[in-house]
């Protein structure tokens, strides 16, 4: 897993916790179910499934591999559409290939980030690189879907190419943790990423026996996903492991703890996990696949400008198509397709 690596000795410290600072216990533990999305690619998701309140403004968490390609294996995301919110794909090992409607995008490589704003609308593809995909290779990352509040629903869409470099790495007060700051604020550190809703995200690797114990708005909620190995969370130890999330409880502070063993493809490595917060919304949400707004008539208005060409358009020989999996079934209670209708006009 290489991501963006550095001698944390030589890296800006985090400052532990001050004494009495109350420390974030484990709400709730989560394990990722698997499924299949795009063209047939394996996906890890914590949620949604879970109750949707607890990881606001998160509305999709989808640990992508890892998965070791042969030639011709590899696959991908080809055009659909999205509005309403933002997708923040975050590559470990391999490469994925981003192309947009708006004239977006580029090749995202190891440690670096692919930031689109969907906003009013965008079509996009998702696709690992036609070298990778001959060659075959590890394939290893992490999309999140951060959710816009009403006033930013309709915001023109954008995007961000976070290269490697540009990753704020830190160090954990005592040397045992690098932590590659991607995006918001980390006690008065600040990630690359350009975030219209408040979040911070934070990819750490604890070495074995190491703890960490991070400074964590208490505003934001918190919390932390397991993208290899195995530790411990809170002041309870919670165990956690590959593949489980736990939320975090209020509070001004985390605590972790990475076991003593740890392995990731056969070499003795860190505990990697994701650390992700943000300011709730607190509005009301309608969600049908790619759609995330805040009212049913929203929804279908994406639909009807969808099908109007009104999102975007790609090249005539490729005809996008909404992604719709289990998890894509609206928030309203509203089982059926909006009016009944099939998303890809068939």
Request: proline share 9%.
């Amino acid at each position: 897993m290489p991501a963006v690596t550095a001698d944390t000795l030589t890296l800006p410290r985090v400052p532990s916790p001050a004494d009495g600072v109350r420390r974030r216990e484990v709400a709730r533990t989560v394990t990722a179910r698997r499924q299949f999305e795009g063209e047939g690619f394996q996906v890890r998701r914590p949620f949604p499934g879970m109750d949707l309140a607890l990881a606001d403004p998160f509305l999709l968490l989808d640990h992508l591999g890892a998965v070791e390609y042969g030639p011709g294996e590899a696959k991908g995301a080809p055009w659909h559409p999205h509005r309403g919110f933002e997708t923040v794909t975050y590559m470990l090992d391999g490469a994925f290939e981003h192309t947009d409607s708006t004239g977006g995008g580029g090749l995202i490589t190891e440690g670096a980030t692919q930031w689109m704003t969907a906003g009013a609308g965008v079509l996009h593809s998702e696709l690992p690189p036609q070298e990778f995909v001959a060659k075959g290779g590890l394939f290893h990352g992490v999309q999140l879907w951060v959710n816009l509040p009403k006033s930013l629903k309709w915001t023109p869409a954008q995007y961000q190419d976070i290269t490697a470099g540009q990753t704020v790495l830190l160090s954990s007060a005592d040397g045992g943790s690098l932590l590659r700051l991607i995006a918001g604020d980390l006690a008065g550190h600040r990630g690359p990423g350009v975030t219209r809703t408040p979040i911070t995200y934070v990819h750490a690797t604890v070495s074995p026996g190491a703890r960490l114990a991070l400074p964590w708005p208490p505003e934001f909620n918190a919390l932390v996903y397991v993208l290899a190995g195995r530790g411990t969370v809170g002041s309870e130890q919670r165990p956690l492991e590959e593949g489980q999330l736990a939320v975090l409880g209020p509070g001004e502070a985390m605590t972790l703890k990475a076991a003593d063993g740890q392995d990731y493809n056969g070499s003795r490595t860190g505990w990697e996990i994701l650390l992700l917060g943000g300011l709730p919304i607190r509005e009301p949400i309608a969600r049908y696949g790619p759609f995330v707004m805040n009212t049913k008539a929203e929804i279908l208005q994406a639909f009807e400008d969808f099908q109007n060409g009104r999102l975007g358009t790609t090249a005539p020989e490729s005809r996008p198509v909404p992604h719709r999996t289990d998890a894509d079934t609206p928030l309203d209670g509203h089982e059926g397709k909006p009016d009944e209708k099939r998303a890809d006009g068939g």
